[in-house]
Nanobody, 123 residues
Framework: QVQLIESGGGLVQAGGSLRLSCAAS?????????MAWFRQTTGKEREFVAAISRTGVNSYYSDSVKGRFTISKDDFVMNLQMDSLGPEDTAVYFC?????????????????WGQGTQVTVSS
């Protein structure tokens, strides 16, 4: 029943930074064991970006963003700090929640999704 809402997307130059946020509408998402960020480009499958545990202590990153992106959260908001952005990072970014404790990269294990926010990186 929790609605996930992403924000913070926009246009940024290559090498720049952007911070995305995901908030719950009506209720907090504190009860979700796992939350994550995915992204999708037109014509491609939805791609895993990063996942984080309920407490925010554990995190897991896709190889393509490791070292450049940082995921974090508290009881009310989940963030994705994106640094050293390149054109390959251009996509619609989605917030997702899972009822499983595993920090999974499998999009089919996530049961609640936000509407997405557009990130465009210019060259």
């Amino acid at each position: 029943q929790v609605q996930l809402i992403e924000s913070g997307g926009g246009l940024v130059q290559a090498g720049g930074s952007l911070r995305l946020s995901c908030a719950a509408s009506g209720r907090t998402f504190n009860t979700y064991p796992t939350m994550a960020w995915f992204r999708q480009t037109t014509g491609k499958e939805r791609e895993f970006v990063a996942a984080i545990s309920r407490t925010g202590v554990n995190s897991y990153y896709s190889d393509s963003v490791k070292g450049r992106f940082t995921i974090s959260k508290d009881d009310f908001v989940m963030n994705l700090q994106m640094d050293s952005l390149g054109p390959e990072d251009t996509a619609v970014y989605f917030c997702a929640a899972s009822t499983l404790v595993t920090l999974s990269s499998n999009r089919y294990e996530y049961v609640n999704w936000g509407q997405g926010t557009q990130v465009t990186v210019s060259s």
